[in-house]
């Protein structure tokens, strides 16, 4: 039995009533609901001013990660950090590390732009040298990712979820996680292809690992979320 949610969709529908968007992994449709949070956060700014924070900080803030924190099963949501974008939360993240070059990094070949880019423009000055294990085949990555995690001698181990150019999963992030045997390597997962795609249970690595995440994609909140 087909799911029908046209009636939550209905601004993104009307807009343009002849089109037919059925890119399964791409950008989504906004439902009426994030529209109406979009224009609330507009109306909230006119009517507060310089006095919105209060509501954003103490009320807004805390009520998201709540809702986070309960779709991931996270036991603090007040470990729940925001951002513009998955950029920054990379720079963040790099800035973490230690001071010395170059830094050693085990990723895959498929990650998305966002810490790809960034990654490639440290290695061609040298700032880091990265491993990267090859996705294909799709039904081996996880172990192999796994045993050159157990290698060690990393300060960086970043995956993906779910690979954006194959839709390929990394299995379960528990065993990604507890396969890096260095506690002070950082260790990172790349959620934004799988957060509200994937049922995603972080309680037994929320104090090992980072998960990022989008609104943009499958949780449907649109852009800067």
């Excluded at 880019?117 to 440290?122: G, S, T, W, Y």
Aim: net charge neutral.
């Amino acid at each position: 039995m087909t799911l029908d949610l046209r009636r939550y969709f209905t601004e993104f529908r009307t807009a343009d009533p002849k089109r037919i968007h059925l890119a399964a992994h791409s950008h989504h449709f906004w439902p009426d609901a994030a529209c109406a949070g979009h224009r609330r956060a507009l109306a909230d700014a006119a009517r507060l001013a310089d006095n919105k924070w209060e509501l954003i900080f103490a009320t807004l803030i805390p009520r998201v990660q709540r809702g986070i924190a309960g779709i991931l099963a996270l036991p603090d949501p007040a470990t729940i950090a925001f951002a513009p974008n998955t950029h920054d939360f990379v720079r963040r993240l790099l800035s973490a590390l230690p001071l010395r070059a170059p830094l050693r990094i085990l990723t895959s070949d498929s990650e998305f732009h966002s810490f790809s880019r960034q990654i490639a423009r440290l290695e061609e000055d040298r700032l880091v040298t990265v491993e990267r294990t090859a996705t294909e085949p799709f039904a081996s990555f996880p172990e192999r990712f796994a045993s050159a995690a157990r290698c060690g001698g990393h300060d960086l181990v970043f995956v993906s979820q779910v690979s954006f150019n194959s839709a390929a999963t990394s299995g379960a992030l528990d065993g990604v996680v507890a396969a890096v045997p260095a506690g002070e390597t950082l260790v990172v997962v790349d959620g934004y292809h799988g957060f509200m795609a994937l049922p995603t249970a972080l309680a037994a690595t929320a104090g090992r690992a980072f998960y990022l995440a989008g609104g943009y994609k499958y949780a449907m909140a649109g852009e800067g979320v």
